[in-house]
């Protein structure tokens, strides 16, 4: 995930991280807390976002209008000594669940995806959690590039917050202005293609409140 997500933050000209790594220098970075490593984990960026949300009315008159379809929020355990399974975010899986029944659509329709890899195993957990693959196959769906440009499912062309950074208050709001960027066909040498429905996942609290809202380019 962080050689991919640089690679996509090299794309990304807002990005804090615009430069490319590679898997060596990953293994070979220093440890933080035993598995991540250095390249693991997220930087706390400086940065700011801004969503401008308008009625029916107003949207039709712009230029390229972005239709919010559903938004959900869950919560899960505190505590991370308090879940039972730290391989699962349940807060995900409901809030997921909840704004896929909002939008009548599923983890099948959803074209490109921001989600909160603020380390590289939050990247898995997330995109199991979102259905987008099955538990357990998470990290081999990276491996094989499925979500990468080009793949299956691209996850975080903007860089994530591991590459694009992560400025805290700001960064579900940056999630939701990438995706509008992608959905507009504005996302230069990093557009999904062809991409009409967008995802975004944003958490808090060692993952007890998740917010996940999908978003299209045409209304449902």
Not at 139 to 145: D, Q
Not at 197 to 220: E, P
Request: hydrophobic fraction near 40%.
């Amino acid at each position: 995930m962080a050689v991919k997500n640089h690679r996509h933050g090299a794309l990304n000209p807002k990005a804090q991280f615009q430069k490319e790594i590679t898997l060596e220098q990953v293994l070979k970075s220093a440890l933080i807390a035993d598995p991540l490593k250095l390249y693991d984990c997220c930087p706390f960026s400086d940065g700011a976002a801004a969503v401008v949300i308008a009625s029916e009315e107003v949207a039709t008159r712009t230029r390229k209008p972005v239709w919010v379809l559903a938004s959900a929020q869950a919560g899960d355990e505190m505590c991370l000594h308090a879940k039972r399974d730290l391989s699962r975010a349940l807060a995900t899986e409901r809030a997921a669940q909840a704004a896929y029944r909002q939008a009548g659509l599923g983890p099948q329709d959803v074209d490109v995806v921001e989600l909160h890899d603020c380390f590289t195993i939050a990247e898995i957990v997330a995109t199991e959690g979102l259905g987008l693959f099955e538990p357990g196959t998470g990290g081999i769906a990276a491996e094989k590039g499925w979500t990468a440009l080009g793949g299956k499912v691209p996850v975080n062309p903007s860089g994530g917050l591991k590459a694009k950074g992560h400025p805290i208050g700001a960064t579900g709001a940056a999630q939701i202005a990438e995706l509008a960027t992608q959905l507009r066909g504005e996302a230069g040498p990093r557009q999904v293609e062809g991409a009409r429905i967008g995802l975004a996942h944003t958490l808090g609290g060692n993952t007890a409140t998740v917010l996940v809202s999908l978003f299209g380019r045409d209304r449902a």
